[in-house]
């Protein structure tokens, strides 16, 4: 075989195991994005801070279980949605570190997680997450309302907070979109043809008139904290009232155990609503 023939072969090889790999990643994405743990038996938690569960029927079939922390006396509602991991069983200990600053905190299950259930789409979860607001304000009307993300429920806090009324919105260790993260970490993938989840908070702060706080640490190598200075620039541009606080040596996951988070967080749950 002749050395031409021999490149143009090895060029088609590398081609279709290209071609492959682009084809196995547009099937398999959700298992890099979604990271749940599932649990079919009863729900039993282990927080000191009273709670009630409920099981939200929303549309496209889905089911959605949330836990409700309730404190004396609150002075309104946080939304809390959570990160791309494990279940209520994990982020229920966040939500209660939250209600501690006097709130109530309602902490849903993104579908797939727990004892959520119903097929899994981008549209169909914003769907789901906007049930959630309804039924929150329903039960606390005329009382504040906080919207907080963290990591993957950023991009679900966005969107919601673009559509729906929030007094203050906190992201907490947010990404630019989707498509920047998937691209950070394949960056010789076409994930812009590829990627169905793309969480487009980029473009959705822009249309939030909440105050907003944004808080992320330096050594975040999960979502490293460019892309979250990138979304609060974003945000800067299109109104003035968003604050951001950099945690120097803060990680993806210990936030909260910084005395400047916390006071951060503190002051801007705490602070009246202008």
């Known amino acids: 075989m002749k050395t031409a023939e021999i490149i143009i072969h090895v060029i088609a090889l590398a081609f279709c195991i290209y071609a492959l790999i682009c084809v196995v990643y547009f099937f398999i994405q959700e298992k890099f994005i979604f990271v749940p743990t599932f649990n079919i038996d009863p729900f039993t938690n282990k927080i000191a801070t009273p709670s009630e569960e409920f099981h939200l029927e929303t549309p496209n079939h889905g089911s959605i279980h949330a836990l ?82 963290r990591s993957l429920g950023t991009g679900f806090a966005t969107r919601l907070a673009s559509r729906k009324h929030a007094d203050k919105v906190v992201l907490e ?24 989840y793309r969480f487009r908070s980029d473009l959705y702060i822009q249309h939030i008139v909440s105050p907003i706080l944004i808080l992320h640490g330096t050594k975040d190598i ?28 803060g990680k993806h996951g210990n936030l909260n155990s910084f005395p400047l988070f916390r006071d951060k967080l503190e002051e801007f749950l705490l602070k009246p609503h202008e």
């Open 68 to 149: 409700l922390l309730k404190c004396d006396s609150p002075n309104g509602v946080v939304i809390y949605l959570h990160g791309n991991t494990g279940n209520l069983k994990r982020w229920q200990f966040m939500a209660e570190e939250i209600s501690a600053y006097g709130f109530d905190v309602f902490v849903p299950d993104f579908r797939g997680y727990g004892q959520s259930k119903g097929k899994r789409s981008e549209a169909y979860m914003h769907r789901d997450m906007e049930s959630c607001y309804e039924f929150v304000t329903n039960r606390y009307p005329n009382q504040e309302i906080i919207i907080y993300g």
């Open 173 to 196: 260790t947010p990404f630019y979109n989707m498509l920047e993260v998937a691209a950070h970490y394949l960056p010789f993938l076409p994930v812009k043809l590829l990627l169905r």
């Open 222 to 249: 999960v979502v490293p904290h460019a892309h979250a200075l990138r979304l609060f620039r974003q945000a800067e541009a299109h109104h003035r009232n968003v604050r951001m606080i950099t945690i120097v040596n």
